[in-house]
């Protein structure tokens, strides 16, 4: 074995040296200090070019050992993909805990004002395979692994805080429905077809969930403007085992906002990365995502008089019922070092709770606390994932369990059981007073398969969500119910889908049957009459939670030769103060040439920069350089996208024959701001702080 005995991390052996890389891996060295390529085994290699093989023609020859095991190792580089979540994004950060909440719990990361704890989180789309794309309309993952003083708590959320179905034994139902077809595996990453709305329309309690994933909460601008939810009711314990339940949320601290449909259809093709793309160039920038850790805390008697079980996953419960008690914030400041590595191999499992944090009877969590572990070890392949880096806790590991496959960590000495009468040396012993207990929650009960008469209402909720949304979202919500209803070819489907909607909002059922051409059916048969009185809750709409800045958005300034030097900078300097990003969007790459003769490198080709990447955008292009413009149809698509998309659009007034050509002209309303000069641009980003211009969408067709 090599030893460092240099102190700069090389170790000479004669014309060989080892150094030690950035991440602690050594590497042989040549003479001129470059690494040496080896194989598994170590053994220095001298060609990778050529296989060996007998004379210059072949054949090749068994015996090429570095050939056979670099092939062998290729083979089986895959592992089979999540069942659900498949494809996903993580990245490394820490959770800072604002006061203390020993006064509900006796959890280690939630002790001391201040501290920090490390995390990694992963987020995902649920239906796709690995390669599909981001913007699939999906709910998205949201699963956070504490790496806690008392090891790892794993809160494995969602970006909805419902659920589609109450009994943990109907998910591979559900899911299988989700997924591909299994005859023609196809369509993927979509809901929109037969098998999900036969089965989710025979379900009615999956109707609360239906009008969450038809809204925009399942196309969202990216990870970093969207809500997480722990969604179960869990429980917190103190240290006198005193138990307070708890709905866990995560509230982003720059806002909510989702992009429309029709951008969605359209980002997926021009930047399918285009969520995981948003938190790497996010992190790497220096500009970290955050968001703030919530609980709504609350007790039996409350649970007793709430409208609905806070054990039924398919219920919220209402903030302006319960606030939400800020507790901390979560910080997204480092990317993974390889995706295989961390990304893939993360394993989140819902049973991994800490000493005070623990579960509720919820269905839907008690069967998932069987699944998670279960699935890890047919991905991972053996119980000893837990060693894996980004699995490992951070507290130290010390128990009997041995063996295994790729068994990394071991104990030494003796003693591999307990009790044991080896003292000191025979390893470790509980701890009754620092260990993990259950809380003691009584039951009784005859055992029945059997669902509770409180979990019966299943479109009150619906209703309330329904109506708490803006005239814009739920006029995208009935679009998103036509839109994947006319993908589904069974009329028996679409109708008794729109006959459950007669139990949410009578108007959304004319609407849905009206965009479908079909007639309104009989509402469906309800378990429970749909209640009317709810009060809306303004914490359910996006727009209502939308951004108070520009930060984290981000600008397309399309440019042509001869753009205004002067505004140029001016728009991007002001943006930039502002927290946004800013692109420029030039005929070529190579940039334009600039009214002082300058040069203005483009960060995209206007092929490859289509609008749809930007919250806002500009169009600063000289009036030749327009005419120019105009006879490109990607330039003409990249303003009548961003119009048609409801997006500010800055303009310089010379750039008229682009928005002639794409037909705009007689349509420039409000949401244009002209950029005569520079003392334009403070009245364009305060226009553009508001997004987008959702009036157009109102006006009649
Ligand atoms: Fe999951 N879910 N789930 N789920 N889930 C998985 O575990 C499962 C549910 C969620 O980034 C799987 O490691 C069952 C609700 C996330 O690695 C699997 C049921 C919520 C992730 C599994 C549910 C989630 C998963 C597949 C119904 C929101 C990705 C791969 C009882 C609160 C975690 C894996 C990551 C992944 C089972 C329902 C969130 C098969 C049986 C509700 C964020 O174990």
Same mark, same amino acid.
């Given at each position: 074995m090599v030893a460092d005995g240099s102190g700069d991390g090389s170790v000479d052996l004669g014309d060989q040296a080892v150094q030690r890389g950035a991440g602690g891996e050594t590497h042989q060295v040549a003479g001129d200090g470059v690494p040496v390529l080896t194989t598994a085994q170590g053994v220095p290699v001298a060609d990778d070019q050529n296989t060996l093989r007998v004379g210059a023609r072949g054949p090749a020859l068994l015996e090429d050992a570095h050939f056979r095991e670099k092939i062998f190792h290729f083979d089986h580089e895959r592992i089979?993909?999540?069942?659900?979540?498949?494809?996903?994004? &993580?990245?490394?950060?820490?959770?800072?805990?604002?006061?203390? $909440? %020993?006064?509900? #719990?006796?959890?280690? @990361?939630?002790?001391?004002? &201040?501290?920090?704890?490390?995390?990694?989180?992963?987020?995902? #789309?649920?239906? &796709?395979? !690995?390669? %599909?794309?981001? $913007?699939?309309?999906?709910?998205?993952?949201? +699963?956070? /692994?504490?790496?806690?003083?008392?090891?790892?708590?794993?809160?494995?959320?969602?970006?909805?805080?419902?659920?589609?179905?109450?009994? *943990?034994? !109907?998910?591979?139902?559900?899911?299988?429905?989700? !997924?591909?077809?299994p005859d023609r595996g196809f369509p993927q990453a979509q809901t929109a077809h037969d098998n999900f709305w036969d089965f989710v329309s025979l379900s009615p309690e999956s109707t609360?969930? @239906?009008?969450?994933?038809m809204s925009d909460r399942t196309i969202p601008r990216s990870f970093r403007f969207m809500e997480g939810f722990g969604v179960h009711t869990f429980r917190l314990v103190d240290a006198q085992g005193r138990s307070t339940y708890v709905k866990f949320h995560w509230k982003p601290k720059d806002g909510?906002? %989702?992009?429309?449909?029709?951008?969605?259809? /359209?980002?997926?093709?021009?930047?399918?990365?285009?969520?995981?793309?948003d938190l790497w160039d996010a992190i790497e920038s220096g500009s970290f995502p955050e968001w703030e850790l919530g609980m709504q805390l609350f007790d039996d008697e409350f649970a007793d008089r709430f409208d609905f079980d806070v054990l039924d996953p398919t219920k919220i419960i209402p903030e302006e019922l319960l606030p939400v008690r800020r507790v901390g914030r979560l910080v997204l400041d480092r990317v993974v070092d390889n995706f295989f590595a961390e990304t893939e191999q993360v394993a989140f499992c819902t049973q991994n709770v800490v000493p005070g944090i623990d579960f509720t009877d919820d269905p839907l969590l008690q069967g998932r606390n069987f699944s998670y572990l279960d699935t890890q070890l047919k991905r991972l392949g053996s119980p000893n994932f837990t060693q894996l880096p980004v699995n490992a806790p951070r507290s130290a590991v010390d128990n009997f369990q041995q063996d295994g496959h790729m068994a990394y960590r071991h104990r030494r000495g003796r003693a591999n059981y307990e009790p044991n009468s080896w003292g000191a040396a025979g390893g470790p012993r509980e701890d009754p007073a620092r260990g993990f207990t259950t809380f003691p929650a009584e039951v009784a009960g005859p055992k029945r398969r059997i669902r509770p008469e409180s979990f019966a209402d299943h479109y009150s909720q619906a209703r309330q969500f329904f109506l708490s949304q803006t005239v814009v979202e739920r006029k995208h919500i009935a679009d998103a119910f036509v839109f994947e209803l006319s993908k589904c070819d069974e009329e028996p489907i679409r109708s008794r889908m729109v006959a459950g909607l007669r139990n949410v909002d009578e108007d959304l059922a004319q609407t849905v049957a009206d965009g479908l051409g079909m007639p309104l059916p009989d509402a469906l048969p309800a378990a429970r009459p749909t209640r009317t009185d709810l009060p809306v809750s303004p914490a359910l709409s996006i727009l209502q939670n939308g951004p108070t800045s520009l930060s984290g958005r981000k600008l397309g300034v399309l440019v042509s030769d001869g753009t205004d030097a002067s505004l140029a900078s001016a728009v991007r300097e002001a943006a930039e103060a502002q927290g946004m990003t800013v692109e420029i969007v030039a005929p070529t790459v190579g940039g334009v040439s600039l009214s002082d003769g300058g040069r203005l490198a483009g960060d995209q080709k206007v092929d490859g920069g289509p609008s749809v990447l930007y919250d806002t955008v500009a169009v600063l292009a000289s009036a030749e350089g327009a005419a120019l413009l105009a /006879?490109?149809?990607? *330039?003409?698509?990249?303003? #009548?996208? *961003?119009?048609?998309?409801? !997006?500010?659009v800055g303009y310089v007034p010379d750039a008229a024959a682009l928005f002639d050509a794409a037909?705009? #002209?007689?349509?420039?309303?409000?949401?244009?701001?002209?950029?005569?000069?520079?003392?334009?641009?403070?009245?364009?980003?305060?226009? +553009?702080?508001?997004?987008?211009?959702?009036?157009?969408?109102?006006?009649?067709?």
């Open positions: 089979p993909e999540r069942v659900v979540h498949a494809r996903g994004y &993580g990245a490394h950060g820490y959770f800072e805990l604002y006061e203390s $909440l %020993s006064d509900v #719990t006796r959890a280690d @990361l939630f002790a001391r004002a &201040g501290e920090r704890t490390e995390v990694f989180v992963r987020f995902s #789309t649920v239906a &796709g395979n !690995k390669g %599909s794309a981001d $913007l699939a309309r999906d709910v998205r993952g949201f +699963a956070v /692994k504490f790496y806690t003083r008392e090891g790892n708590w794993d809160l494995v959320g969602n970006n909805i805080p419902v659920f589609f179905i109450q009994d *943990a034994i !109907k998910f591979p139902d559900l899911i299988h429905a989700a !997924k591909q077809e609360h969930m @239906l009008m969450w994933i909510l906002q %989702s992009v429309v449909w029709n951008e969605a259809v /359209k980002l997926n093709g021009a930047d399918p990365d285009f969520h995981r793309r /006879k490109l149809p990607a *330039a003409r698509d990249f303003v #009548t996208d *961003a119009y048609a998309h409801c !997006k500010i037909g705009l #002209t007689p349509l420039m309303d409000d949401g244009f701001v002209a950029l005569a000069d520079p003392a334009a641009v403070p009245a364009f980003l305060d226009r +553009a702080s508001q997004l987008r211009h959702w009036e157009r969408q109102l006006q009649p067709a």
